[in-house]
């Protein structure tokens, strides 16, 4: 039950960081660091988040770490590597770190006037190494994941993700527009 309840905190904090750095395909995403064939990377972001502090997150301490890019032509790819801390040895949990290349889309919505965020619509993560294997592929045909304002910003998202904040506990996201007008 408690590897149950810790692969879906680890399910939920991939996802976020999915919607916070979605990646693709190796050639896909070499590709877009060039901007070659058109591609031409409109935005990067990169997310990071981290628990170690066992009075506010208890036994399920936890860390995450993303990059994406945000193409032109609606494709997002990116990185993810997210991990578990034990708190003691012996103790039921993950240790160690889950790796994921994720590919997908991703849009521009309104939440306001001047307020344009950009959303990841789909994804398909593919894991190597970790507790999932290497190989093993999570597509999420639709979704509505909102990764950060599209424009220069810096958000500290703890209280807003974890519904608290403290010592040992952070969730950053940073958003660099690159070939935008």
Not at 18 to 26: H, R, T
Not at 93 to 111: E, M, R, S
Not at 164 to 179: A, C, E, L, Q, W
């Amino acid at each position: 039950m408690v590897l149950l309840r810790r692969v879906r905190v680890f399910g939920l904090i991939a996802a976020l960081v999915a919607v916070l750095a979605i990646g693709g395909a190796a050639p896909a995403a070499a590709d877009g660091y060039g901007n070659g064939h058109g591609n031409v990377q409109l935005y990067q972001a990169t997310a990071s988040a981290n628990c170690d502090n066992v009075s506010l997150c208890g036994a399920n301490l936890f860390g995450f770490w993303a990059w994406a890019v945000f193409n032109a032509d609606g494709t997002v790819q990116g990185e993810v590597t997210n991990c578990g801390h034990l708190t003691k040895a012996g103790a039921p949990g993950l240790a160690g770190a889950q790796h994921f290349h994720i590919d997908g889309h991703w849009t521009i919505v309104n939440f306001g006037p001047n307020n344009p965020w950009i959303v990841i619509t789909d994804e398909v993560d593919t894991a190597s190494g970790g507790f999932l294997g290497t190989g093993t592929v999570v597509d999420i045909p639709s979704e509505f994941v909102p990764v950060g304002p599209a424009a220069k910003s810096h958000l500290s998202l703890a209280q807003m993700f974890f519904g608290f904040t403290g010592p040992g506990v952070t969730f950053n996201v940073t958003v660099t527009p690159m070939h935008t007008s």
